[in-house]
Structure formats: structure tokens, C-alpha cells
């Protein structure tokens, strides 16, 4: 047996060692190295993924900078193909999609503190900066959520006109705009305001109504167009919308 078919065996042999300590032991059992090179192994079976692992590594520092790189620093840096970009993407992108029952329920939001806690409910599970839309009926049932961007170091809406063809594309007139502060305080920043007040103009003149700028971290939630802060847990009276 040669040399290079030695060292393939050997290959093969740890990454269903690595695939049965992760069924047996868990997550925890495997480090970044590990992980993704179990992730890799579906990207790539054809190829022997060891040294890409650790390479993607080296260049990144660590699995959490490789599923947040853009894509165009995987292609140049990571010298990976779209098809394993894209599953490395789709992983990070499964970790911070709203909850399918936030989907697939009816759930109305009469008030603002209805409202808070659906947003809320949104970044259970999303540590870095997030923003999303919250598209609603004339009955105030949300329709859809649609994240607009994410991995900001500050509140960073999606092109107006994105926002826009979100709302025609659902055809609904009402919508709610949430991101969250990782850093803990809900006080809304210059660029908050700034960014509600383009959103207020930019809608008014196309007949949709901007109902709540929600601000969510922990601690409490920040409604902006209510100037009304919100603590967690929610122990406040009902709050009406502005035009109930």
C-alpha cells in the first residue's frame, strides 16, 4: 500500500471517527476544527477535507468568522466554491430565522406590547446585530417576517427600496421595523431616529403606515414612536397603537 493511499485511509477512518463522537457525545465533544470538517465532509464527499479544515481555520480564526465572512472574502480567502458557501450560509442562516411558528400562526398584534413580545420572540436566538421587517394586514395579523440585514456594529436598514417591495410584493399597507441592541441598552441612537423618521417620510408618500420602530435587547424593549420603554419581563397595562 502506497504512501497517499495510507495517508487517504487514514483521512476517511477520523472523519467517521469525527462523525461518531458527534452522535454519541454531542456538539461539545468537537472543536471548531472538528465541526467543520464534518461540515465540509457534505459540502465536499468526494475529497478529503482534513487540511481544508484546518487551512480555513488558520485563515479565519475560528468557525464563527468563517460562517459570518461575506462571501466574496470565502471565495478569495477561503478559496471555497459557491456550492460550499452556500451551506456554510444556509447553517448560519438556520441558527437566526425567526422561530417557523412565527410563521405559521395567526398571531395579531393589537398592541404595542403584543408587538414587543412577537419581536422579542424574533431575536430569542440572535446574539449580533439584526434587523427585521414585520409586515402586517389590516387586522394587525402579521403576514411575514422578512430579515433585512445582520452582523452590523449599528442599526443598518436594507435599501428603502427593498423595504418597499417587501410590503407591495405581501400586499400589505402596515409594517413593523425591529432590531435588537446586543449591547444591552434600548435607548434609541441618532442613527435610530434618523432611520425612523426617512422610514415615517418614505411611507407617508406611498400611503403605508410605518405602525412601531421596535428596539429589543434583554433587559427591555424601546417602542420609538410610542416614547415608551418596556421592561423584561413585561408586567405593563395594554398599550394601544397611536390611531387606535
Given at each position: 500500500m502506497d504512501k497517499e493511499k495510507r495517508e487517504q485511509e487514514l483521512h476517511i477512518g477520523h472523519r467517521q471517527r469525527i462523525k461518531e463522537r458527534y452522535t454519541?457525545?454531542?456538539i461539545a465533544?468537537?472543536?471548531d476544527f472538528d465541526v467543520l470538517e464534518l461540515i465540509l465532509t457534505y459540502a465536499i464527499p468526494r475529497r478529503d477535507v482534513y487540511v481544508l479544515a484546518r487551512d480555513l481555520i488558520k485563515?479565519?480564526?475560528s468557525l464563527e468568522n468563517i460562517?459570518?465572512?461575506?462571501?466574496?472574502?470565502l471565495r478569495e480567502k477561503g478559496k471555497l466554491t459557491d456550492h460550499t458557501i452556500i451551506l456554510l450560509k444556509l447553517i448560519?442562516?438556520?441558527?437566526?430565522?425567526?422561530?417557523?411558528?412565527l410563521r405559521s400562526k395567526r398571531h395579531q398584534l393589537s398592541s404595542v406590547i403584543k408587538a414587543i413580545d412577537f419581536c422579542r420572540s424574533i431575536f430569542k436566538n440572535i446574539s449580533d446585530e439584526a434587523v427585521f421587517e414585520i409586515m402586517l394586514d389590516a387586522d394587525n395579523y402579521v403576514v411575514d417576517v422578512v430579515?433585512?440585514?445582520q452582523g452590523t456594529d449599528d442599526t443598518a436598514v436594507a435599501p428603502l427600496d427593498y423595504i418597499i417591495a417587501n410590503l407591495y410584493r405581501y400586499n400589505v399597507s402596515r409594517v413593523i421595523i425591529t432590531h435588537n441592541h446586543p449591547s444591552g441598552n434600548s435607548k434609541p441612537s441618532a442613527s435610530d431616529i434618523t432611520t425612523t423618521n426617512i422610514l415615517l417620510e418614505a411611507f407617508k408618500k406611498r400611503d403605508i403606515e410605518l405602525a412601531e420602530h421596535i428596539i429589543v435587547t434583554r433587559e427591555d424593549c424601546t417602542a420609538i414612536l410610542h416614547n415608551q420603554t418596556i421592561s423584561i419581563p413585561i408586567n405593563q397595562p395594554f398599550t394601544p397603537w397611536r390611531n387606535a
Open positions: 454519541n457525545r454531542g465533544s468537537l472543536d485563515a479565519f480564526d460562517l459570518d465572512a461575506p462571501v466574496s472574502k448560519k442562516d438556520m441558527k437566526t430565522r425567526p422561530s417557523t411558528s430579515k433585512l440585514t
